[in-house]
């Protein structure tokens, strides 16, 4: 899904009083298959927190909270003071989306047009990716 780098608003845990570390997640799939997606890769710069609805200050100490913004804990949000139980978790982010080729061969590169100042391609062959959906996968 090409929107699927962009989370707004998606419950990401609930609260206990005791539980500090909650790892990201969003809504994925259509209503006939709706299920909740880990999010590994949050864009630096990009996240917001709320706890119950109130914005939580990134950084350390209590009353805040850090995230990993990659690496085996990537989204991982631990807060410094664990939040009130029953209190919703929500965030907002982007996210990177890991993938791969699927593909044994890559075209030939002369079937790219690339910008005349070097910096990318303007057009070439369709080539297939595939999504890496675990973390231990990137």
Do not use: C
Request: hydrophobic share 35%.
């Amino acid at each position: 899904d090409r929107g699927s780098w962009l989370v707004s608003t998606q419950t990401f845990g609930t609260g206990d009083g005791a539980t500090v570390a909650f790892q990201l997640k969003y809504d994925d799939g259509d209503s006939g298959n709706a299920y909740q997606r880990e999010a590994f890769l949050p864009v630096t710069g990009t996240l917001l927190v709320f706890d119950n609805g109130t914005p939580v200050v990134e950084g350390p100490g209590a009353g805040k909270f850090q995230a990993a913004y990659s690496g085996a804990t990537g989204g991982t949000i631990t807060f410094g003071t664990a939040p009130i139980a029953a209190h919703v978790l929500t965030a907002t982010f982007n996210q990177y989306i890991p993938v791969r080729y699927d593909t044994q061969e890559m075209p030939d590169s002369r079937l790219f047009v690339w910008r005349t100042d070097g910096t990318g391609i303007v057009e070439g062959p369709s080539i297939p990716l595939i999504e890496v959906r675990y973390a231990g996968e990137f």
